[in-house]
């Protein structure tokens, strides 16, 4: 006979679970046991603080999530009406959902069936802050929607759409709290936390019940993008659907919406940006609806003055520049190293390409940093708005994609990764271009 499974719980799980004791009935639905039988806790039992040390002294014979239960979960109501707030407050998201076919959107997510373990799931996520149950709604909300027009007729898909979008971000109840603090810097390792909060909601959300391998699947896929730079696995082409761009594009728009009131407009600049990270059918229908919202055509003043962008203004042009004048000094050394390695070189080269040429589509001379500054002062506000918008957004990729070489590259060969923080110190110039 094979031996049971073991399970071990995890510590910040538990930390959750015993914070939503203090407001809610939390119980074992089963009895809770260790592979050799012996039980921990009996069907009924309250669970609190006091029983999240005896809980970490044991392996489990089955995962905790699938033996608890935690009363008044989140109500059908408050889903329905954080989703109208939003509606109330998003001119774009009232005209993507304007024409969506069928059941409106703020009826049907209500209606979506979370069993006591999902929902469970779902309460422990919502309590870690006020605007937790805002986001997953609002993931929800657009995913669904896109979904629906994406590929219309399967109503099965949709509704899954929609509850991958909101539990795609459980995974991050089992994570150090002190990576999910806004507005401080992660170091490497914290980073590789936060990218791991995919795997970590597959995992949980592909056995549990009302859950599933399809759900799950979404979930895991949240963070993709078209073009391979998304994580946790890359995905490119066909490997990413349209059901996963769905909640993907619902994640990221979300995402804008909560860090500026110009959202739509810096969607419509970021997809013009960098093409192919999501595919033509799903941007033409964030394209249309923004015609239609009434959201002004260009920024307000948020993007800040000149003086404020202008090291990231540098920044971006040098990168660019050291760029032109490493990449071809590279290639003897990639010639010996991993096919991993020279795929994720690849995806950098093409990343940058698509900055080089963003820049020239948008009247930018990356060649000549002093005259782009003088060229930058003198245009009209609304115009220089735009314009160091579009900085900020370069910035931002620069880093993101600094970020994604560094992840990738933890779990390559040493010579492999020397030669990626040698790449990468080259573009930022700590080291000579003749590397």
């Not at 994570?175 to 995919?198: F, M, T």
């Amino acid at each position: 006979m094979s031996a049971a499974p073991e399970v071990q719980a995890n510590p910040h799980y538990l930390d959750h679970l015993a914070a939503a004791s203090q407001t809610h009935d939390v119980e074992a639905l089963e009895d809770i046991v260790t592979p050799s039988g012996i039980k921990l806790l009996a069907r009924g039992a309250r669970i609190d603080a006091s029983m999240r040390e005896r809980l970490l002294a044991h392996k489990l014979s089955r995962p905790l999530e699938q033996c608890i239960g935690i009363t008044a979960g989140v109500s059908p109501e408050q889903i329905g009406e954080a989703a109208q707030r939003w509606l109330d407050e998003q001119p774009l998201l009232r005209a993507l959902c304007a024409d969506d076919p069928g059941l409106p959107v703020t009826q049907s997510l209500p209606r979506l069936r979370l069993t006591p373990a999902l929902n469970s799931l779902l309460r422990l996520y919502v309590q870690q802050q006020p605007d937790r149950l805002r986001h997953a709604v609002g993931v929800a909300l657009v995913a669904k929607s896109l979904a629906r027009r994406l590929l219309p007729g399967d109503v099965d898909l949709h509704r899954r759409v929609g509850l991958a979008g909101l539990l795609h971000d459980v995974g991050e109840l089992y994570l150090d709290p002190a990576c999910l603090q806004r507005g401080k810097p992660l170091q490497a390792e914290q980073w590789r936390q936060i990218v791991s909060h995919p795997v970590i909601g597959h995992r949980v959300l592909r056995d549990l019940d009302g859950g599933g391998a399809e759900l799950a699947e979404l979930v895991l896929s949240h963070h993709e993008r078209l073009g391979g730079f998304g994580y946790p696995r890359g995905l490119q082409g066909e490997q990413f659907t349209a059901a996963m761009q769905a909640l993907a594009v619902a994640e990221w728009l979300i995402g804008l919406m909560e860090q500026s009131p110009s959202a739509g407009i810096h969607a419509s600049i970021a997809t013009k940006l960098i093409p192919g990270e999501f595919g033509e059918p799903v941007l033409e229908l964030l394209r249309a609806a923004a015609r239609t919202s009434g959201v002004p055509a260009r920024l307000t003043g948020e993007a800040g003055s000149l003086v404020d962008v202008l090291p990231q203004v540098v920044y971006v042009m040098d990168v660019l520049a050291r760029w032109r004048a490493v990449r071809g000094s590279f290639d003897e050394r990639l010639a010996l190293a991993s096919p991993e390695l020279r795929s994720l070189v690849a995806l950098c080269r093409h990343r940058l390409l698509q900055l080089q040429a963003s820049f020239t589509s948008a009247g930018l001379d990356a060649d000549h940093p002093e005259k782009l500054v003088r060229e930058l002062a003198e245009e009209e506000d609304t115009v220089r708005q735009e314009l160091l918008s579009l900085m900020r957004e370069f910035h931002w990729r620069i880093g993101e994609m600094e970020r994604e070489v560094l992840l990738r590259a933890h779990q390559m060969s040493p010579d492999d990764q020397a030669l990626v923080h040698a790449m990468l110190a080259a573009l930022k110039g700590t080291v000579p271009t003749g590397i």
